[in-house]
């Protein structure tokens, strides 16, 4: 287990360039004031959790391996690494919807926590909605990535652009589509969505370590 603070360490480290990337867009990311929607700035904290899978399969695996890291040790500290990182920014987009979005009163400002109806149940459940499903996210795709240089990656990648070429233009498989996404985002029943979001992260980081152990360098 000691090995594990160092791993995430690492992985921080390492991952400076996404987290310098998402500040600056943040920061100067607006919103013509002609507009009578602005985007929340919030938002773009969300690129912290897609970009971060590709340092930790792309860059992470092998400078860790290499330093005489397990596989397991790797894995373990990925995973650490997203539970952190989900609650962090779940953090920073809560402090922008609560302190930054209301000091805009001449525009709507949509905020993410909003449009997936998590802050229907008050801040503290949204808080908690929006840092699992960002989990799930992240987890999604660190194993999706990691599949990549294998003939199931392909396969799993053909598999996802079918469904989403195929279920959109006919209307009850589209239905059924938009169904799971009301089920894993677009939900405000906060322990049913939490559920889900655990559930899954659990399924996928199963298929994660049985995709690593046929992994090499």
């Not at 929006?130 to 003939?151: D, T």
């Not at 589509?177 to 906060?190: E, Q, T």
């Amino acid at each position: 287990m000691s090995a594990i603070p160092a791993i995430v360490k690492r992985i921080f480290s390492s991952n400076k360039i996404s987290f310098i990337i998402t500040a600056i867009v943040v920061l100067c990311a607006t919103t013509s004031g002609d507009a009578e929607i602005a985007l929340s700035n919030g938002n773009y904290t969300w690129l912290l959790a897609v970009m971060t899978p590709f340092f930790v399969v792309y860059y992470d695996y092998t400078k860790l391996v290499h330093l005489g890291a397990s596989k397991k040790d790797y894995y373990t500290g990925s995973l650490v690494s997203y539970g952190l990182l989900a609650f962090f920014i779940s953090l920073i987009n809560t402090g922008i919807h609560l302190l930054i979005d209301p000091l805009n009163r001449t525009q709507t400002v949509i905020n993410m926590m909003d449009v997936c109806k998590w802050t229907e149940n008050g801040i503290i459940f949204a808080y908690f909605q929006q840092a699992l499903f960002l989990l799930l996210a992240m987890i999604f795709l660190h194993v999706l990535l990691s599949m990549q240089p294998y003939w199931y990656g392909w396969l799993t990648d053909s598999i996802l652009v079918a469904i989403i070429c195929i279920f959109t233009p006919i209307a009850p498989l589209r239905h059924i589509l938009a169904g799971f996404f009301k089920i894993i985002m677009f939900n405000s029943h906060a322990f049913l969505h939490a559920g889900v979001c655990l559930i899954l992260s659990g399924v996928l980081s199963l298929i994660g370590l049985a995709v690593l152990k046929r992994k090499t360098l």
